[in-house]
């Protein structure tokens, strides 16, 4: 028995987010777990470092999964990209050792959150972005992401249905830049609640049009309610970017 | 009766191309025509300054059309969104004197052709590049793509079943460059053959590949046989990106 770390990117669009659900073909994992068993016979689950909701994509997923197959690891990613949708690819696969559980390492994890600021929206992009009309402030944007950098508790960013047992997380990394008639919002940290990149898009955002103040920041943090928070922003702008785990996965 | 200009952009994933086909609802123009009809009323088809083939995109792509609403020009802008597609967008709307047909007028268009070259493909871009794996040599490419600027019969670089009179066209400019992980063929010209851009990207990445010389490229001109040029790259790596009328559509 033998451990199988894999690298995946992914589109979305069109599935049920990553996790899996009873009765639920269409997500990510249930994919992935079709897959590795029309590779090697066996059913043998995927274990995801987290998972995302319907409409977000990842560049840099991760899962793992325990095989007796005699397929070296490295070539998985042939395997299964043969076997897997032309949306969800396997970019890399390697050993890792039998105790690597990706939820139970220390890791860091980037997400970003992509927004046309544009008057219309572009059809190319629609799939892959916030749609915002309205111009935005990114100066603004930028001085409020501030307070959001390093441990807090995080309630007022987080979905009321979280069942996460503290809502303490630290941001490692907090950016927001213009890039051509982008906005991208980059974010890195130990953990995420349930859609707390999103809320801290949309609350960033309504800054950015002069609805609140970037010093707000400070009372939606220490509120610890999410009614002091701003909207959620919806799912396709957001793309889990990557993983960096603090005890090598190699 | 006045006559509108309307620039648009569109996602062709989901359409069988730009150009009205009897019995075939999902065309772009098809699309632009019943938002006309909900607008105004009025059975006015589009004028199209070109066609796309099914899975081209567009960013720039020009149609006019007469009315006698009353509704201003500039916005119809706003009226044709709310009624078209979210993967159809106008992206400007304004008068245009009645004299002005886009295919009558002399112009330059620019399209671009979008290489994505990776090991693996991105699920995010698979519907707008063309995934090619193997390493490409840019700079082959752009020494070939010196030979196709100017006037040349482009009989080779056309499809077999065009019914073009003429397949002299002129390129005024051409460029391929490196951008990130994507190879980006632009080109600007008085007008293109039935899949000329795309026959162009594919022979220009077989000679990145090696298969070719940068030199043959003067031999696949002269040849004005389709059987001497390379692949046609295929549809979603191409976007019509504009328009330049030389004399103003204002």
Redesign the interface.
Known sequence: MSQVYLTV???GTNYHGSALQAGEPETIEAYLNRAIRGATGEDSPVIGASRTDAGV?A?GAVFVFATESTIPADRF?YVL?HLLP??????ESHPVPDDFHPRRQEARKTYEYRILNT??????R???TWHVPRPVDVTRMQKAAEYLAGEHDFTSFCNVDSTAQSHVRTITAISVSREGDEIILRITGNGFLYNMVRIIAGTLTQIGWGWREPDDMERILSACDRAAAGCTAPPQGL?LAGYDFLQSPH
């Open positions: 990117a992914y589109d994509h560049r990613v990209n032309e949306d969800i690819r396997v970019v008057p219309w929206a572009d059809p190319t629609r799939l892959y793309i």
